[in-house]
């Protein structure tokens, strides 16, 4: 028997065999009746819910203006990419690229491949590629959470280099609203969906082909 299958009881120590779950039961000891574990799928709703939420509201963040530029005596707005494109034109490629890492590009991957694992495998599904997905977010994670700091970062060097000013309007708040959503985001932990799909039918699992 493999070593995964099996679970033990917090409240009387019996080594039982993990049962399959459907949606919305939990698994009780059958010696002393208290609860294992509860099926995943509520959580699993849950996180589904708020990554979409954090996906959205990453969209509105960057897409409003952030901050107020004045290069060469001529005042602009600009979105967090406009920043880091002033940034990169006066010679800071390196901040640049480091801020554009952390704010932009590991927080989207993210944000992507969990809804492209959470999905499919809510829907009974093993998507293609789902183990190198799960491992790409393992990857990314560390960078995302570094977020906020990036944004200061970004902001200390635009105001150094230039005269710029932070705009408190919607991107600023929809990147406050990001951080708390990343918080209940990087709360769950992907290892739980390879429990997830190791429990979904055999038949479904070989319905996709890349798996890997
Ligand atoms: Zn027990």
């Given at each position: 028997m493999n070593r995964t299958d099996l679970i033990a009881c917090h409240e009387c120590d019996a080594l039982l065999r993990k049962p399959l779950l459907s949606a919305k039961s939990s698994a009780r000891c059958?010696?002393?009746?208290?609860?294992?574990?509860?099926?995943?799928s509520i959580h699993l709703e849950r996180i589904c819910a708020v990554t979409l939420g954090a996906l959205i509201t990453f969209l509105i963040a960057q897409a409003f203006p952030i901050v107020e530029l004045e290069i060469n005596g001529i005042t602009s707005q600009t979105t967090l990419i406009g920043a880091l494109v002033a940034l990169w034109n006066q010679d800071m490629e390196i901040v640049a690229a480091f801020v554009f890492c952390s704010t932009i590009l590991f927080p989207l991957t993210e944000l992507l491949a969990l809804l492209y694992v959470l999905v499919p495998v809510r829907a009974g599904l093993v998507p293609p590629g789902f183990n190198r997905v799960l491992r790409a977010i393992q990857f990314v994670r560390p960078w995302g959470m570094i977020e906020v700091f990036m944004l200061g970062i970004l902001i200390t060097v635009v105001k150094m280099v230039s005269l710029a000013r932070v705009i408190p309007e919607a991107a600023l708040f929809a990147f406050g609203a990001l951080t708390l959503m990343f918080a209940v985001v990087v709360?769950?932990?992907?290892?739980t969906l390879w429990d997830i799909a190791d429990g979904l039918p055999h038949r479904k699992a070989r319905s996709a082909p890349g798996l890997g």
């Open positions: 059958p010696r002393c009746g208290a609860t294992l574990f509860r099926s995943s709360m769950f932990d992907p290892r």
